[in-house]
């Protein structure tokens, strides 16, 4: 682990000493520091296991015409609840040197990609869920030609304070066919064609079936994929196919099948109505660097959801978290719509409403077999209408059904029914008062919830927040916050205090489980 870095630092230190001697260098760099004083609280199950907890991250990037550098800085030695086990510790995970040169972009170190849709490569960050499984290798950017663009990259992937697993190597190639063909230009058409190919590297381990049968394990793992991208006017379609190749598993239980994931996605679009509509099957395609490795880390690509990311609190209570291992259809469709100001349905102001429908349920073995069991649906209605010129109101329906026994392990199926009310006051020019109000009702788990927020906005500095989610079915618990926000140009303070419940905190179909927590809390960001 610290022989490569030693090498990238030099490098780094080598060129930067290069771009200072060029004109125009940059220095760019961001602070992000999330602390709890934490306190014991039975009745939630929260834990005082020391004084003071802190994630925080530094990072500084130094850019010039032909080169750029950077480096980032991690301290989690004594980690937020929910980071203890894997993350605990501090140093410098990410150190990168790229140059720039006609066109040509070549990275070594730390580094990002993604492939198409990320069906067989994707590598990004999200500290909410405290997922880095960045790269640490070559990367290459090219365009050879104009309309073409290739990549080339291979690398160690990122496993929490090292980089385990096995090597992963690939190639991704793009052609915007509208760029070599004035007619489709001239008829507001793009067509983009993708392919991408991944490699895994990983040596045979002495893994046993049984006491005296051992697993054949394969030391390379192949992975493409190909795509079509077509945009005409409103119109937008995409179609995507991937396949994988042999790559028994923790994840599948050592199964030998080949895995395979295929989308199609079409987007319709123009002023005042928009529509959506996609589908997805997937079948054994988790797809890791190592083959032991469980939870979030060491995955090598990612695949959507096709559900709706809710913001309003009862509707992330349960989210769904992707199958990658068994495999799942998913479906959504979204329509939106604006009435029109001064009509019978419109008002004075207009209207927008929007459904949105999503499901996801087991595979069969044939492509056009239906069937299964249901993993997730939620079909939500959404209304924003402007009362007055200084009220605003957003009214939310949601039917949800949620396998929690495919997505946690256990607990059956959870069939709730959610309403929001949300309400915005303009109270003066830099005064703006919110309000929520949810209620979330299920006979199953820990039964009904309601939820209250008030938020006064002073801007351009000042945000107070204060809630409460209290579970008014089983447990009785109020979950209760108090936050107050501060925004001095590029700086952002906040304090709070109160109590979170322990639940799996989930963004783009990917899940962390969260303990519950009690304390104060202060979060500090700085961009420059």
């Known amino acids: 682990m610290n022989r490569p870095l030693f090498f990238i630092a030099a490098a780094c230190l080598a060129l930067t000493a290069v771009a200072q001697e060029q004109q125009d260098v940059v220095l760019t760099g961001s602070i992000q520091s999330d602390m709890l004083v934490p306190e014991t609280d039975e009745k939630i199950g929260a834990e005082k296991t020391a004084d003071f907890l802190t994630n925080t991250y530094a990072e500084l990037q130094l850019q010039s015409r032909h080169v750029d550098a950077g480096a980032r800085i991690e301290y989690l030695e004594h980690p937020l609840p929910g980071y203890e086990k894997d993350f605990e510790g501090w140093g410098v995970p990410h150190l990168w040197v790229k140059g720039r040169l006609a066109g040509q972009e070549l990275t070594l170190g730390t580094f990002y990609e993604q492939f198409g849709s990320g069906f067989i490569l994707r590598t990004y960050e999200e500290r909410s869920l405290g997922l880095d499984n960045s790269l640490l290798g070559a990367h290459l950017v090219m365009h050879p030609v104009k309309g073409v663009t290739l990549k080339a990259l291979s690398g160690k992937q990122r496993r929490y304070w ?162 990658l291992a068994t495999g799942e259809w998913a479906y959504q469709g979204e329509v939106g719509y604006n009435f029109k100001r001064k009509t019978a349905l419109g008002g004075r102001y207009g209207m927008n409403v929007k459904v949105n429908y999503s499901y996801v349920r087991s595979i069969d073995k044939g492509w056009l077999k239906w069937g299964g069991d249901t993993y997730y649906q939620d079909l939500n209605v959404q209304l924003t209408r402007r009362l007055t010129h200084d009220l605003k109101l957003n009214l939310m329906y949601m039917n949800q059904h949620y396998n929690m026994t495919v997505v946690e392990g256990e607990g059956g199926m959870i069939r709730s029914n959610i309403f929001v009310a949300d309400a915005m006051y303009q109270i003066a020019s830099s005064t703006r008062l919110r309000g929520e109000l949810q209620y979330l009702t299920t006979r199953q788990d820990e039964r009904d919830w309601v939820c209250g927020l008030l938020e006064l906005s002073l801007a351009p500095h000042w945000m107070f927040t204060v809630s409460d989610t209290w579970n008014c079915g089983d447990s009785k618990i109020h979950y209760y916050q108090g936050l107050a926000t501060y925004n001095l140009g590029a700086h952002r303070l906040q304090a709070g205090y109160g109590r979170t419940q322990a639940s799996y905190n989930c963004a783009g179909g990917v899940c962390r489980y969260v303990p519950a927590t009690k304390g104060f809390t202060l979060s500090y960001s700085y961009n420059f």
């Open 162 to 323: 090292s980089w385990h697993g096995g090597l992963v190597s690939g190639a991704d190639g793009e052609v915007s066919l509208d760029e070599w063909m004035p007619t489709l230009q001239q008829h507001d058409t793009r067509v983009t064609l993708g392919a991408s190919w991944v490699n895994k590297y990983e040596k045979a381990e002495d893994i046993f079936a049984d006491p005296t049968h051992r697993y054949n394990l394969p030391e390379f793992v192949n992975a493409w994929d190909v795509r079509v991208n077509l945009n005409h006017g409103p119109l937008s379609l995409l179609a995507e196919y991937a396949q994988k190749t042999q790559d028994p598993s923790f994840d599948n239980g050592y199964d030998y099948h080949y895995g395979s994931a295929a989308m199609l996605s079409g987007s319709y679009s123009k002023k005042g109505l928009s529509v959506l509509l996609q589908a997805k099957r997937s079948e054994n395609m988790a797809f890791r660097s190592r083959r032991t490795q469980m939870g979030n880390a060491g995955y090598i690509n990612h695949l959507p959801a096709f559900t709706l990311d809710h913001t309003y609190m009862l509707a992330t209570l349960y989210t769904y978290a992707t199958q």
